[in-house]
């Protein structure tokens, strides 16, 4: 077991525009956008600098991470996409960061409600920031974003397994 903190941000996607040809492929709103590169600026100013991302291979999660990682000043090739997330409940959700190689220290995880915000209420040992949890539990809207630090692997990641550092909504 690994004695270094890592960090795991979960993310909502960004404000999508209400009709596509399908579900998977409706794109941002230009509002939302605005949100992700303003969670992007704020997970910077935060110091956050992933290593990775898991990003749901659907078309606005796809322009969330995009837009996110412009506000942030990030290299936005450390996504991988992935098909299985953008239908996974929480639990298989939980599959996938347990599956990320263990050299990532920071992994951000780009998806869709109710599953994200079900992760991180799943994951919220409830040791951490009692505002940010509370705030998180009420409400996970677009641009939601829960920053979490975990001790240990992630294969090893479980249930009430991390702290609640912080939440934010990203509005630009």
């Known amino acids: ?14 404000k999508a525009e209400q009709d596509g040809t399908t579900d998977f492929d ?23 600098e992933p290593d990775a991302a898991l990003v749901s291979a659907s078309v606005r999660t796809h322009q969330t991470w995009e837009a996110v990682a412009e506000g942030a000043g990030w290299d936005a090739d450390v996504a ?4 299985a997330l953008y239908a996974a409940g929480p639990e298989s959700a939980l599959d996938l960061v347990r599956g990320v190689d263990d050299d990532v220290r920071t992994l951000i995880v780009v998806g869709h409600n109710p599953t994200v915000a079900y992760l991180a209420q799943l994951l919220d040992d409830g040791e951490g920031d009692e505002d940010a949890s509370a705030e998180m539990v009420v409400g996970y809207p677009t641009s939601a974003t829960t920053v979490l630090e975990v001790e240990g692997d992630w294969e090893d990641l479980d249930e009430a397994g991390a702290r609640v550092v912080a939440f934010h909504v990203g509005r630009g």
């Open 26 to 48: 409706r794109r941002l709103a230009e509002r939302g956008e605005r949100d992700a590169r303003a969670a992007g600026a704020w997970l910077a100013a935060q110091g956050v």
């Open 1 to 14: 077991m690994s004695e270094q903190k890592r960090t795991l941000v979960v993310m909502r996607h960004a």
């Open 80 to 83: 991988s996409y992935d098909e």
